[in-house]
């Protein structure tokens, strides 16, 4: 059973890619990163600087009205220091017990941080791609604000303008032609996602399979194709503001990945009369 001030590995992972995720630090050392450089989905990885008292201070405004979880190499003094100090600032904050090692033993799902390109000054990744998303434009920012950067910015201009926007901010285009992160042979963007940075979950695997049908036009690849397909052009029509476009379809993506990966084999009917409701 997990100290009071800890998190178990597998209450962790049933919260990653869903929105009541923690804020996760891994504040591992630079060698140990090196000979592990995996991280656990959604983490931010901090330098050996906010162990200072000064700077792991520093982080409390931004952590307000949050829960966190501390992550080290073993879930000793570095990530219950850590927690330490921010509890004492009203934070609530765990360390994940037993640490990436741990996480690692269990055999739970981890990511490749190296492909996130530059990060702005506040350590966001930025990425870039054409106005007026339907789908796959709706279902990476979900997948990479979910499962890699949840602080992730996402920016939406004229197609014609995504290269020169993507250079100017250093920012990475995405969905686009003739760019890396866009789709490849009869796959899209979000099997590009997921196949670079690693990401292998058995839900993640179904909700790609239904982006790829409603994103690509072949509704028979799954039956909730349709659904996802109706959805998402009835959303693109509710919003003219491709931001608040973007918040709403994070709630549909959330609500498509709970069901992949919690309620497939669930069923519905209309309760027939003398049975139990």
Aim: charged residues 25%; glycine residues 6%.
């Amino acid at each position: 059973m997990p100290a009071p001030d800890a998190i178990s590995c597998d209450k962790l992972a049933k919260l990653i890619g869903t929105p009541r995720a923690p804020v996760i630090l891994d504040v591992r050392r630079a060698a140990v990163r090196r000979d592990d450089p995996r991280a656990i989905p959604g983490a931010r990885l901090l330098d050996e600087t906010a162990l200072n008292p000064a700077d792991a201070l520093a982080l409390v405004p931004g952590l307000r009205n949050q829960a966190v979880v501390v992550i080290c190499a073993a879930g000793h003094a570095r990530s219950q220091g850590l927690a330490a100090v921010l509890r004492t600032e009203g934070i609530a904050a765990e360390y994940l017990e037993g640490g990436q090692e741990a996480w690692v033993a269990a055999g739970l799902q981890s990511f490749d941080p190296s492909k996130l390109g530059r990060r702005d000054d506040a350590g966001r990744s930025l990425w870039v791609t054409r106005s007026r998303p339907k789908i796959d434009r709706i279902a990476c920012p979900w997948l990479i604000r979910r499962f890699i950067d949840p602080r992730a910015v996402f920016l939406f201009v004229a197609p014609a303008e995504v290269p020169a926007v993507a250079e100017m901010l250093g920012a990475a285009a995405f969905d686009v032609e003739d760019t890396f992160w866009s789709h490849r042979g009869d796959l899209c963007t979000f099997d590009t996602l997921l196949a670079e940075f690693g990401l292998r979950l058995p839900a993640l695997d179904r909700l790609a399979t239904i982006v790829r049908g409603a994103d690509t036009a072949r509704p028979e690849l799954a039956p909730e194709c349709a659904g996802l397909l109706a959805a998402s052009l009835g959303l693109s029509r509710m919003y003219a503001d491709d931001q608040a476009q973007l918040d709403a379809g994070l709630q549909l993506y959330d609500a498509f990945f709970r069901w992949a990966r919690d309620a497939t084999e669930e069923t519905h009917d209309w309760p027939k009369a003398g049975k139990a409701k």
